[in-house]
C-alpha cells in the first residue's frame, strides 16, 4: 500500500488545477500489478474538468489493463479525499470490488465500493 500511496503523492505533482488549486493524485493497483496513476485537469469550463480517479481509470481501460484491486486517491488539507460521486459511478461500474485508499499528509483511510456507493446505478442487464 506504502508504493500505491507513494505513487498517487507523485501523480498529484502533475495536477492542472489553476481554479480550485486543489490538487489530487491517484493511482490504481491492476490485476498483474502495474500501477496506472492520474492527476485532476481542471478547465474554465469546470463540467470539463476530470478527476484523477477518473483519469487513471480511463488510462486503465485504454491499456486494456483489467482486475483491478485497489486505488489510493491523495490531497494535501484537512479532510481525506473522497472520490466525488461521479468517480463513485465510473469506479464501481468498473470495479465493483475495488479496495479504496484515501490520505492526505495526516491520516488515511480504507474502504470498498460498496462502502462508498451501495445503490449504484446499473443497467438492465448488469449482472449484480
Not at 500511496?5 to 491492476?30: D, F, I, K, M
Not at 470490488?97 to 480504507?110: H, P, S, Y
Request: negative net charge.
Amino acid at each position: 500500500m506504502a508504493q500505491l500511496l507513494a505513487a498517487a503523492w507523485q501523480a498529484r505533482e502533475r495536477a492542472y488545477a489553476p481554479y480550485s488549486g486543489y490538487a489530487v493524485g491517484a493511482a490504481l493497483l491492476t490485476g498483474d500489478g502495474q500501477v496506472v496513476t492520474g492527476c485532476n485537469v481542471e478547465n474554465a469550463s469546470y463540467g470539463l474538468t476530470c478527476c484523477a480517479e477518473r483519469v487513471a481509470a480511463f488510462q486503465a481501460v485504454a491499456r486494456g489493463l483489467g482486475g483491478w484491486q485497489a486505488m489510493a486517491v491523495v490531497a494535501q488539507g484537512e479532510e481525506l479525499p473522497y472520490p466525488c460521486g461521479a468517480c463513485r459511478q465510473v469506479l464501481a461500474e468498473l470495479a465493483p470490488t475495488l479496495t479504496i485508499v484515501v490520505a492526505n499528509e495526516k491520516e488515511r483511510a480504507v474502504t470498498t465500493m460498496d462502502q462508498l456507493l451501495p445503490h449504484r446505478f446499473r443497467l438492465e442487464n448488469e449482472p449484480s
